[in-house]
């Protein structure tokens, strides 16, 4: 069986690894680790939760010189929700070693503290290419000692329209350079890229993961006109702390968790519309389960970082059998059980044949009629969250909120859930119950010596 300790790494990152319970490497990192810390290029095929941030990030870490202080990785994502759980990753692997700094570059948020940032120096920069390509533009960004750059889902990036911005970002950094690109698919653009921007790369290519065993799925043919219904009839049945509903469209997320919500779900739309504070809000809000139901597009089918979810409902079938794939393996994760659940009308059935000439075999179809028939039966969060008006730029951490609440605020440390701690504000959970007296604590109380405002979101 394979272990880390079969690879060449220092003892430093050994020791962190262990610390953060890293105790065998997953299959890509098995493949492509080795690679990366050779200084090869390579493009490896990578879904969701297969470990690959770990497999391109434990050589972006090892090969950083300190002393260095100039950009010496760059590591390019498709979405900002990606780019802070990619930064986050490393500033962890970062603990192996001293005095290395990790920056997140991306849009939805004012440029001009990025600029301050960026002339105090960084090691590795984390970001999406729009934002990236701005800082090229306006100088304040240089990738001239650039040796590593990462391409992280990079079919993804592409499918969002960013192929000009990634190649104008690549003629910015040096040629003689690793280039390491990440894919979950294998479409002819992501071929051209690597054979454009990359030498020789080693294909690391996985086999396709099989259907996960702790995933139940089942599909329901309903009328276009009972979909609401039936995702209200799952809640109630299922009573689930979280679940993800996916619609394929903007306004379709919107108008359901309108509809749910006013049956009284707790219910929460993501799409690419929201401004960036109320993405960070929302993902917040359905990480830290506050929110029951998390109504997206497609954005949330990779790289959000959502652990435990015991149902997925497609409000309807996806178009391509690649993606179902991707939205239902964000359930039965981590040896907990997990059902992925599918309503399709009629005129939709194309797209479950389709799916079932994918997987070479029949789908699992459900009654529909005692299912419509389901009292809706509303299940309220278990938390709810408080929104501090101050963040990393004020040097708040999550433990001065935890002992503000815990210390003189009197609640129990069970009573408060997770932390989040932005550049200009902070989400804590706090259990329902407690949620009155944790706000008046705050309000009233001092977070590190200073009254800070707050609210209930």
């Given at each position: ?160 329209g960013f192929q000009e911005a990634v190649e104008n970002i690549l003629s910015h950094a040096p040629a ?232 003189d605020g009197g609640l129990p440390g069970s009573a408060v859930g997770k932390i989040n701690v932005f ?35």
């Open positions: 069986m394979p272990s880390f300790k079969d690879l060449e790494l220092s003892a430093a990152m050994q020791a962190n690894l262990a610390r953060l319970g890293f105790t065998e490497p997953t299959d890509i990192q098995t493949r492509a680790l080795p690679h990366c810390l050779a200084g090869q290029d390579v493009i490896a095929l990578a879904h969701t939760g297969s470990g690959k941030t770990a497999a391109f990030g434990i050589g972006l870490i090892e090969h950083v010189k300190p002393k260095q202080f100039s950009v010496q990785s760059l590591v390019l994502c498709p979405t900002r929700e990606l780019a802070d759980q990619v930064a986050k990753a490393l500033r962890e692997l970062a603990r192996a070693r001293d005095n290395i700094k990790i920056l997140t570059l991306c849009g939805g948020v004012s440029i001009g503290p990025q600029i301050g940032s960026l002339a105090h120096g960084a090691h590795i920069v984390v970001g999406t290419p729009g934002r990236i390509a701005d800082h090229l533009q306006k100088g304040t960004l240089k990738l001239d000692r650039v040796h590593t750059v990462v391409l992280d889902e990079a079919d993804r990036m592409l499918d969002m003689q350079r690793q280039t390491l690109l990440f894919s979950a698919t294998w479409p002819e653009s992501i071929r051209k890229l690597s054979a454009g921007f990359q030498r020789e790369p080693v294909d690391v290519r996985a086999q396709t993961e099989k259907m996960n065993s702790d995933i139940a799925e089942v599909f329901y043919e309903i009328s276009g006109t009972q979909r609401t219904r039936a995702i209200v009839a799952l809640l109630s049945q299922h009573q689930p702390t979280s679940c993800l509903v996916f619609c394929a469209m903007k306004h379709q997320c919107d108008e359901l968790a309108v509809e749910l919500s006013q049956q009284g779900f707790s219910a929460l739309a993501l799409h690419g519309d929201l401004e960036q504070r109320d993405r960070d809000s929302v993902l917040v809000r359905f990480a830290n389960q506050s929110c029951q139901v998390l109504v997206a597009t497609d954005v949330a089918a990779r790289g959000l970082d959502i652990k435990s979810l015991p149902l997925v409902v497609n409000a309807e079938p996806a178009g391509d059998p690649e993606i179902h794939t991707h939205r239902i393996g964000r359930t039965g994760r981590a040896g907990e059980q997990g059902l992925a659940v599918t309503l399709c009308s009629p005129s939709q059935g194309h797209k479950i044949n389709r799916l079932e000439s994918e997987r070479g075999a029949t789908v699992i179809w459900g009654d529909s009629g005692p299912l419509l028939g389901t009292v809706p039966k509303p299940m309220k969060p278990l938390m709810k969250t408080l929104c501090i008006a101050s963040g990393r730029k004020e040097k708040l951490r999550p433990g001065d909120v935890m002992g503000a609440l815990t210390g550049e200009f504000q902070c989400f804590v959970a706090v259990e329902s119950r407690h949620a009155g007296r944790a706000l008046e604590q705050l309000e009233r109380g001092k977070v590190k010596g200073r009254n800070l405002r707050a609210r209930l979101v």
